[in-house]
């Protein structure tokens, strides 16, 4: 267990639908990192979050959103479902040195 | 633009022998960069590290090397055994201006009996 829980697991769901990913970082960690990965692609940023406030955005779309809570747990959004949605979705906290990832959540968009 | 390159989507090495597996980057301004190791079904897993101001970085049966005027990093694994079968990435950031890591696409190494 790396401290870091994202929730659920698998998910599987139509196009057009918005679903909601769930990430709770390690305990102390402020930062919450969102990364996508697709098949046979690496991690890609989506977004960063710091104590509740956006830090940094990288390739999300405009139909991806997040949030970070005053608990510091975090959501991610996506909604109007494309099949090219299907992917990991990783989750990462920082504390000294490099990142601490989540288990992920495989989406799966038929 | 991939800033970070891992040329061989794949490797595979008899077990006992060397991995080394290779990463390129682009960014003069990166500074410090990570190796991770990821299993099927899991998240990527922390290796080891280097930061620019060294060359070398060994932990156990992993060393990293840092080349900076080629701006290649590789990851050395000796001796290789079954278990580190798995994908392994190297990203890359500028820690001095804040930014975040960029990942390379991985490395499926796959160590044989």
């Known amino acids: 267990d790396s401290g870091v829980t994202q929730t659920p697991k698998h998910l599987i769901t139509a196009t057009g639908q918005r679903v909601t990913l769930r990430c709770s970082p390690r305990?102390?960690?402020?930062?919450v990192y969102w990364y996508q990965q697709s098949l046979d692609q690496g991690l890609q940023f989506l977004i960063q979050?710091?104590?509740?406030?956006?830090?940094a955005k990288g390739n999300i779309l405009e139909r991806f959103s997040a949030q970070q809570f005053p608990d510091l747990h975090s959501e991610l959004n996506l909604s109007s479902l494309e099949l090219g949605d299907s992917a990991l979705y990783f989750c990462?906290?920082?504390?000294?040195?490099?990142?601490?990832f989540g288990s992920g959540t495989r989406l799966t968009v038929v | 633009d991939q800033q970070v390159k891992q040329n061989s989507p794949s490797l595979s090495v008899q077990e006992g022998r060397i991995s080394i597996l290779n990463c390129d980057y682009t960014n003069s301004m990166f500074d410090y960069f990570l190796w991770y190791k990821k299993y099927p079904a899991e998240g990527p897993t922390f290796l080891i590290s280097i930061s620019s101001i060294k060359d070398k970085n060994e932990d156990g049966r992993f060393t990293v090397f840092l080349n900076k005027s080629a701006k290649h990093l590789s990851l050395h694994i000796v001796p290789s055994q079954p278990g580190d079968s798995a994908v392994y990435f190297c990203?890359?950031?500028?820690?001095?201006?804040?930014?975040?890591?960029?990942f390379g696409p991985g490395t499926r190494l796959s160590v044989l009996p």
């Open positions: 305990s102390g960690d402020l930062s």
């Open positions: 990203a890359a950031s500028a820690e001095s201006y804040g930014q975040n890591f960029v």
């Open positions: 990462a906290s920082r504390g000294g040195g490099g990142y601490t």
């Open positions: 979050y710091y104590n509740g406030e956006e830090r």
